[in-house]
């Protein structure tokens, strides 16, 4: 007998009566905050991940997530709400299993779903009938129902809309953002059947305010995408912008201050040192290679990552400028760079463009060093960075470039005691007095 509405209103059911258990794979930066709200509400949660030592941590009612903090989550761990794993056979016990994993690109910037698959691979055996499988993974249009299904089923010996519900919903995580969490952000879901619909909108709307049903896993795909590859886009085109004003010695800044006092038809997109986090470098790519199988170029989402992926060079070359009209080279050069998280006020450096500024720099010939008190240690392509202490002596530095404008520095201070600096996100932009040493992008 097939699942139908009547099985999907049983679902419903059981999460409202809070006897449903939820199996959260991955318990990063997208898996453990959802976990953590389903566990708020009461949903016995069951968190996975292969890290060891990430879920030890956990189970100890430490958080080494922003969003989330160790006192909101050691009380659910020490009433048995949440629990963390690291095998797979606890699926047996969920009804509804979210998919939380990280999806990469390859060093060929093609996508990388080897994570979700490493997954599907772990869950399958352990699938009884009547579960709803999420995916919340960013991946390109038609991944869940094209591959994710058949692994399914092919797994588990069941058969997707039939035994068992499949949907997709885009994880719209923001790390840092004090306003939207879990619960109020808006949340896509998309099923592969009418049922399974009504099944994924009863999970989620248990614990998000605003749950949207959308008609396939494929458009929620979709959907997710758009988001990431618009503002890819439109900081592709400011940071053009800001390349085509340094050409015309204009402020690009004021430039786009003034543009935004329209109210009607435009919004303020800023330029920086490139893109970085979990989505807006990557995401946009899932959809240009999907295309390519199709024989179709999408242009605007390459033209923009030419743009985006550019940004670290110029910023180098704004290094070499500024160190140039103090007769210096930037070769032996003292450089001091400020902040490596990929944006203010957290400790995420996934994709960071600081960090591919600091490897130009050092390329050059430059003697570099960094400082964010948000991420005194850094792991990057297989070598550990560690971060000065503090700012004690910056008057040594030859130039100091800032990447990241977290709130915690002092930039009147640092533009007063620095010798020179090269300022990438205009974080300076109300220090008065001489800035004849401040240089922008």
């Known amino acids: ?165 499949v949907a997709f919903s885009p994880e719209r995580i923001d790390p840092g953002n004090a306003k939207y969490g879990v619960r109020n952000t808006p949340k896509i879901v998309g099923g ?33 995408l758009l988001e990431n590859t618009f503002r890819a886009v439109n900081i592709g085109l400011v940071n053009e912008v800001a390349l085509m004003c340094h050409k015309l010695e204009l402020n690009t800044f004021e430039v786009i201050d003034a543009a935004a006092t329209k109210p009607f038809g435009f919004m303020p997109f800023y330029p920086g040192p490139g893109l970085g986090g979990h989505c807006i470098p990557i995401d946009p790519l899932y959809l240009s290679w999907k295309l390519r199988s199709l024989n179709y170029q999408a242009r605007f989402i390459e033209l923009a990552d030419a743009i985006n992926t550019g940004m670290p060079a110029h910023v180098v070359q704004r290094c070499q400028d500024a160190l140039n009209d103090q007769s210096r080279a930037l070769k032996g050069a003292k450089v001091l760079v400020l902040g490596v998280a990929y944006k203010k006020d957290i400790e995420d450096y996934r994709e960071s463009p600081a960090l591919t500024v600091i490897e130009l720099l050092q390329r050059k010939g430059a003697d570099v060093a960094y400082f964010d008190p948000h991420v005194p240690r850094v792991r990057h392509d297989g070598h550990d960075l560690t971060g000065i202490a503090n700012l004690d002596g910056l008057e040594g530095y030859d130039l100091v470039v800032i990447t990241t404008d977290h709130r915690v520095f002092d930039f009147p201070a640092i533009v007063r005691r620095s010798r020179l600096v090269v300022d990438t996100r205009n974080a300076a932009k109300h220090v008065t007095g001489d800035r004849a040493h401040v240089f922008l992008l």
């Open 1 to 165: 007998m097939s699942l139908t509405a009547s099985h999907a209103t049983t679902f419903r059911d059981r999460i409202e009566k809070r006897t449903a258990k939820v199996a959260v794979v991955g318990l990063g930066y997208v898996g453990l905050p959802l976990a953590q709200r389903c566990a708020a509400i009461g949903l016995r949660t069951l968190g996975i991940d292969v890290q060891k030592t990430r879920v030890d941590r956990i189970n100890a009612g430490i958080s080494d997530i922003g969003d989330v903090t160790s006192a909101d989550l050691a009380p659910l761990v020490a009433a048995g709400t949440l629990s963390a794993h690291t095998t797979f056979d606890v699926i047996q016990q969920a009804d509804a299993i979210v998919i939380c994993v990280p999806t990469p690109l390859s060093k060929s910037r093609d996508p990388d779903n080897s994570y979700i698959v490493k997954a599907l691979d772990a869950i399958t055996p352990h699938m009884r009938r009547g579960q709803l499988c999420v995916l919340e993974s960013t991946t390109y249009p038609g991944f869940t129902r094209e591959v994710m299904v058949v692994m399914l089923e092919q797994g588990s010996g069941l058969r997707a809309g039939v035994d068992f519900h």
């Open 192 to 224: 592969l059947t009418p049922a399974c619909g009504e099944a994924v909108h009863a999970l989620y709307s248990a614990f998000i305010d605003t749950v949207r049903v959308v008609s396939s896993p494929d458009t929620a795909e979709m959907v997710k």
